[in-house]
């Protein structure tokens, strides 16, 4: 069972995620900040991320340089979730370390699907 490390600070929308990625098997360690986040992830490890942009003290941007700046996480898919739909808002969030790029709303489906693509990256 892989692990997804879920960051958002909107509390409906990030159980929504935790129920669609527990409901397909994954296990999931969640937290309300960027700053949260990369502490749980020091603490207990994850095989991927799903990232908000917009957070509070530390924001997916920086999450996500921290993520591939560790030796030990730098490899680690991430998946950026946000309402920034704008394309350069996702190009450079491609250019900032994302390996996949997904606007809210999103449809549950898709973000498995591209959960499932990035899962094929990780070593087994």
């Known amino acids: 069972m892989k692990t997804v490390?879920?960051?958002d600070d909107d509390?409906?929308?990030?159980?929504?995620?935790?129920?669609?990625?527990?409901?397909?098997?994954?296990?999931?360690l969640v937290a309300p900040d960027g700053a949260e986040a990369w502490d749980?992830?020091?603490?207990?490890?994850?095989?991927?991320?799903?990232?908000?942009?917009?957070?509070?003290?530390?924001?997916g941007w920086e999450l996500t340089q921290r993520i591939r700046?560790?030796?030990r996480?730098?490899?680690?898919?991430?998946?950026?979730l946000t309402i920034r739909a704008l394309v350069e808002d996702?190009?450079?969030?491609?250019?900032?370390?994302?390996?996949?790029?997904?606007?809210?709303?999103?449809?549950?489906t898709m973000l498995l699907a591209r959960l499932r693509v990035l899962e094929r990256r990780i070593p087994t």
């Not at 749980?40 to 924001?59: E, H, I, K, T």
């Not at 996480?73 to 950026?80: D, E, H, I, R, S």
Request: net charge negative.
């Open 73 to 80: 996480w730098q490899a680690m898919p991430v998946l950026m």
């Open 40 to 59: 749980l992830l020091q603490s207990q490890g994850a095989d991927m991320a799903v990232l908000d942009l917009n957070m509070p003290r530390l924001n």
């Open 90 to 108: 996702q190009i450079s969030g491609y250019e900032r370390g994302a390996d996949d790029y997904l606007t809210k709303p999103f449809d549950t």
């Open 5 to 7: 490390l879920v960051a």
């Open 11 to 28: 509390e409906l929308l990030r159980e929504l995620v935790v129920s669609i990625l527990e409901g397909a098997g994954y296990r999931t």
């Open 69 to 71: 700046s560790d030796p």
